[in-house]
């Protein structure tokens, strides 16, 4: 009963490409956010989506483009990849602002 | 904007031992203040809450934080630390009449010595 998954949990690819990652909740929440942890472990809000609509968008190279086609679901694609993209993006997900967010697991994106 | 500062990089604590990592926030307005950890390639888990009422919260696996407003702290304790407890731990805040944005500290790592 996994409550905030990503797929996929790896993913390496070549500099230049697209690539989506994928998240799901299944604990009834009104938002969902993507965050990035860089190699030393800092973490930092890329946007946040509530009830469908973006709430949070910081400042992101707009090659990174969210979608939330419902509630449950929150996707980032990311286009033209570039080295510096390689880190570890965690969706999460909570009841309303004022609680406690809820993690998926992560992915690791490698950009060769 | 709100922000968060975890002054160690790292905490060796001695099992059995009491366990302390510091946070220090700044808010325009009234903080909300959360503490998670993270266990190594997984994804961040929340162990307490401070949003209003008693300074003391108490959270999960034996861990409570104090709510300081005049030194703006709220450090993460537990009386006897554990191996398990080895982790990397986040302090974050959110301004209750700002923005809708949780800042996270950068993490502090605690190690736990058997």
């Known amino acids: 009963d996994t409550a905030v998954s990503q797929t996929p949990k790896y993913l390496v690819t070549q500099m230049g490409n697209d690539k989506s990652i994928k998240c799901e909740q299944n604990l009834g929440h009104d938002t969902m956010y993507w965050y990035k942890q860089d190699s030393k472990k800092f973490l930092k809000i890329m946007f946040s989506y509530n009830n469908k609509e973006l709430i949070i968008n910081e400042t992101v190279p707009n090659r990174f483009s969210p979608k939330s086609p419902d509630k449950a679901h929150l996707n980032l694609h990311i286009n033209s990849l570039e080295l510096g993209d390689s880190a570890v993006y965690f969706c999460?997900?909570?009841?309303?602002?004022?609680?406690?967010?809820?993690f998926g697991p992560g992915t690791r994106l490698t950009v060769l | 904007a709100q922000s968060v500062a975890q002054p160690e990089d790292q905490v060796n604590v001695a099992e059995g031992n009491p366990l302390t990592v510091k946070c220090t926030y700044s808010v325009s307005g009234n903080p909300y203040l959360f503490w998670y950890v993270q266990y190594p390639n997984r994804g961040l888990q929340f162990l307490l809450k401070?949003?209003?009422?008693?300074?003391l919260v108490k959270g999960s696996y034996g861990f409570e934080a104090e709510f300081n407003k005049s030194q703006t702290s709220f450090h993460l304790k537990k009386p006897s630390a554990l191996v398990s407890d080895s982790a990397l731990y986040f302090c974050a805040v959110r301004d209750y009449y700002g923005n809708n944005r949780l800042a996270f500290g950068k993490g502090n790592q605690v190690v736990v010595i058997p």
């Open positions: 999460a997900s909570s009841p309303s602002y004022d609680n406690e967010q809820f």
């Open positions: 401070y949003i209003t009422g008693d300074n």
